[in-house]
């Protein structure tokens, strides 16, 4: 099913899929799953085109989200140290609960440039269409 690199980990697995989205679940709802995802996160965009466009599936199901506050702190640091990074369609793949909430709303006082999308944790087939469109 999928094209390799892959990583598997206790904390963060990555793979990239045939379809070419970038995939990583999250087993532990952690600042050391975070830390995988955004070091390979960054890794992809900084060798990655500015004229392509990074899928990325965040899958929160197996353990749910990790520490807001940090992961917003690691995101920022990682778009800082990459000012020419290319394009991402961000779906994140989840339990509704009240912290889903949250975060969307956060995501939304930032105004973040790249389209990003909440799927519940079902809709894993409509989160891989969402990405592979160019709509917002």
Known sequence: ??????AVTKACDYERLENGIYYFRFNKASKEALDQQVE?????LAST????TVRVLLDFRPAGFPPIT???Q???AMNMSIPQRPPQRLAFLHHPNVLTQ????????QRMKDPIHFFPAEQYDAAIGWLLDDKP
């Open 1 to 6: 099913m999928s094209t390799a690199p892959a």
């Open 40 to 44: 390979k996160l960054g890794e992809i």
């Open 49 to 52: 085109s500015t004229s392509a």
């Open 70 to 72: 940090y992961a917003f």
């Open 74 to 76: 690691k995101v920022r």
């Open 102 to 109: 949250v975060v969307q709303s956060f995501i939304q006082l």
